[in-house]
């Protein structure tokens, strides 16, 4: 089985983050390619980043369409995840839905931490796409006060808040570039701690196993 | 007040039916301006048609930002609507979003008549995007045993079952090419029927006058 | 084209402020009238407010209803508004529906400020009525650590928070009082600030102009 | 204890029905008297019925409020219940709301029969007023092909269909004026059929016999 | 009449606090008769106390089916309850569906109080299930700074910040061992304060009355 | 890596057919061992055949906690999946919720083809505890009219309405007993047919492989 992941960004250190996260969930029983778009943006977050995006996503699926069984999109905006569906006659699956659908699964409600606040009501209009309002528990960017600290602990600040004063109980990681915290902010929070990449993984190589792939009926038909 | 109509597609005839219609509307009071893009699909509906549409509806936006006080996306999926409204600082109007909205206030619950049942399941995402679903009667098109009519006849029986058995009070014309259909199929039907490039402009136009537009607070915001 | 404005209170000085600002934004394109109810409260907010103004607000409405072209409602619990949909067969328009909905616009989610705190109840129940929740980031009333400032600092103490702690990105004016303070509070926030009653023209006269009016099907039709 | 049932409109016979209706149930155990509204319509449902009622319904209210425990609002459409239940002290139930929600009780989802179609979205906006649209299978009225049939024969036909069809569980007869029809439906459908008033009398009489009635902490609170 | 009120733990204290409750409602005028059931935990909370509860509960029915004309499971977590409303022909009423539902018909929100914190999800599920997320204010426990107090001023303390944080305007009392703390707590806090006990047998007695009982039609048909 | 399998009923047959159709996806990468529960129903349907099913699934959970690494509860009513998860430390999961889950990642909407219409209100009501109302097109049994033909042709008939009529993108088998049909009917469909063990195997054994497992922060603590 080979699965191709799409890094929406240009940014190579964190393509190399997030290879390095699928490769240990994969373990050599399947194989994993991580491709970024080198003209796009280095992070990729506005609806800006997110059209600049799509004709080199595009590309790559049409392009690498026969030569894998599926692909996951590696931001957590899930950016042009309807139009891969579409175009593609593979599995594809984007790691912010994966990652949030999992989460349903492994406790009462979820929170997801979000690099910025800025990007907080962007990630709302995900989720309630998603129907996942009802397992929400909440959306936080780490604080101010935070702001001296190294990335995962502002991270975990966020995340504490959100198990303490919004009752999460699991925890998703609102961004591919946080790819590799999962398991020390699991140990330390006491609660699951979901990556994105990894749960995409799960997703995409069982349909790949079970043989099922986007329904081509009508939403995600190509021709219109 | 100058307002530029921005028609996604490549379809010079679907752009003059739409010019003329907002002309009909603007009646000399504002200046009304219709662009095409000329590299788009001749019909917008595939996501693949929304992303092909991007960057020719970013340029012309871009292009004309000075001179023009409000755009519309004249086509009923509303194609990368949030896009614009994060580039531009000006008002910018989707057709769907202002026609359905505009809806709500005009009966008890409407109708969308979509070109095709293809698309039904997208604009009933889109719908659900604007939390308009407490509003909606439903989404139909036109059927099999209507296909030897012409457009107008066969949007009218998918609107007369909207209102008989969907209990429908408003019909919305669910695509930009039904410009000119509205007032005829009104006065047969006996209930309010949109058109969506008007609304739009009563919307942009009014914004305009009062002086407001998109908040740039968070969501649309352009700078990450 | 004449529209008339229908204040449901008793006090004139809020019937000034409204008429300044509705001619404010009509500018002499169409004309405004606008009456008040003698007999009723000089502040409505509560229930019996609202039925103690129903029958003179029907009274203008069949006095008028060959001389306007629209009617609007401006007080921001929007009362009696179904009944007046009803009875009248020109378009009739409440200021706190325009207001919210056009909101839904402008941004991704508003917060309505109210005049004091036991009326957010009332103003959550007529949001929920119009399907608004999805959109709504807050109801806010001025605090008491606010009591000894001016009516404008606050609206703006309460806006502030809902702007920072509830991630409103728009500011509705829950209150026709409210006249006249939307754009000085609009250029300190940064956020689009809305006048109900400006709102209520931009769809009334959009309304006249296009030539719809309320549908009578069946919840508006005033033969049972 | 004294139960006084308030028919907001002006039928007599309407009033004498739902009367014997009470009586029945409360077999002298409790008092019951059941006044009408001369001046209101002879069949309240349009939102111009509702407002015409409301100064005889807050009458009655205040001058019976001393010698009376609770009071009854006998129109499936809960005309002006929020009013009542804002000047009243002594617990308000209206006859909808107390019917509906005791449904919810006893089976899997409820179906409201309406007298007539055309009221058909008064009710769903009612029902979604009380958040009850989880708990809705259908609102049904009599069809056309039963028109010659007696009252409680075009019930019956729409009670099948909303049982079989809509897989409702329960009925709701939505019109005081169905009083009386409850035992012999439900004995040939084979599921609970509930008369308003029952309903509401169950649950006022059960409040007084409690000691708890309407907050006043803001929405009812009769002083602003 | 004759009420059968099962308390499905093995607290022998609970069990009298209930039935003391109860026959304080019931006034002589129906017979209330409280089992508890020996070998159920002491306290009911988690999912593995409701499966244990649930045979014992399953036997009283059976065994008492004849003997009794309603049933009242007095836990407010409604453990089992539809499996009683599914094996019994009688009505069934939970306390935790009974309090809350009655909420809604006495102010604009309720707030839920429980013993503790770690129960919160569970209370949310259930509020979910009876479709109630729109009635409810906020589901709140004692906080650590209260530890020292008696159990009433820690549901004060609770039900404080319920009134003046949340918007509550009704207080459920969320625990069947709460019996006898209504009127004292709604004396001090000037909203009414309900005990689940009192509104199941409210009722449950009403369904007695009326002669209704739970539809078998599909959802609670013993038979598949 | 080793999933233990329960089936919550007592058939052989059903038992053998999920061990086979487990085993073909598992494909010896992993373990697979499939128990029933000899004191149970023969099919498990009923609320009451839930609650017998408790205490053999519980001690089947605990006897085996230390030898596998997941469990999956193959029917697909979830019966007390909230309970296995509250009492195990290993992930388990439930087919019902795998599949539905899995479905809203493969197309627009979803239909459950539900082996009786019986069964139809207690499948909406998982699906309403899931949150999924937003992704479901139907819940369909098959009809009285293809009675006399074999299993799947039944299940088609369903499926292809839910299709056509009902707009269904994938079709979920609505019973562990259906293990098998998957393929075949899929291929005929030309849309996803999801079995619900497969699909519950896919996440199951993808948590096991992540090392997540269910939270036991409040909601399935095991310790009030």
């Known amino acids: ?130 129907h996942l309002e009802g397992y929400l528990a909440s959306i936080r960017a780490p604080q101010k006060e935070d702001e001296g600290k190294n990335e995962e602990q502002r991270l975990m600040g966020a995340a504490r808040k959100a198990i303490d004063e919004d009752m999460a109980e699991v925890i998703v990681l609102g961004c591919a570039g946080f790819a590799g915290l999962d398991k020390s902010m699991e140990k330390e929070l006491g609660v699951p701690v979901l990556d994105g990449v990894v749960c995409a993984l799960i997703v995409a190589s069982g349909m790949v196993r079970y043989g099922v792939s986007t329904s081509k009926k009508r939403r995600y038909n190509p021709v219109f």
């Open 1 to 130: 089985m080979r699965i191709l992941i799409i890094n929406p960004n240009s940014s190579l250190e964190m393509t190399e983050a997030i290879h390095k996260s699928a490769c240990g969930f994969a373990k050599g029983d399947f194989e994993v390619v991580t491709l970024h778009i080198p003209e796009s943006s280095p992070f990729v977050a506005t609806y800006e980043d997110h059209a600049r995006a799509a004709s080199g996503m595009m590309k790559i699926i049409r392009d690498n369409n026969d030569d894998f069984d599926a692909f996951v999109i590696a931001c957590h905006g899930d950016p042009n995840l309807d139009l891969m569906k579409e175009i593609c006659d593979k599995p594809v699956v984007g790691i912010a839905e994966a990652s949030m659908k999992m989460a349903t699964m492994l406790g009462d409600r979820f929170s997801v931490i979000s690099p910025v606040e800025r990007n907080i009501p962007n990630k709302r209009v995900l989720i309630e796409k998603y």
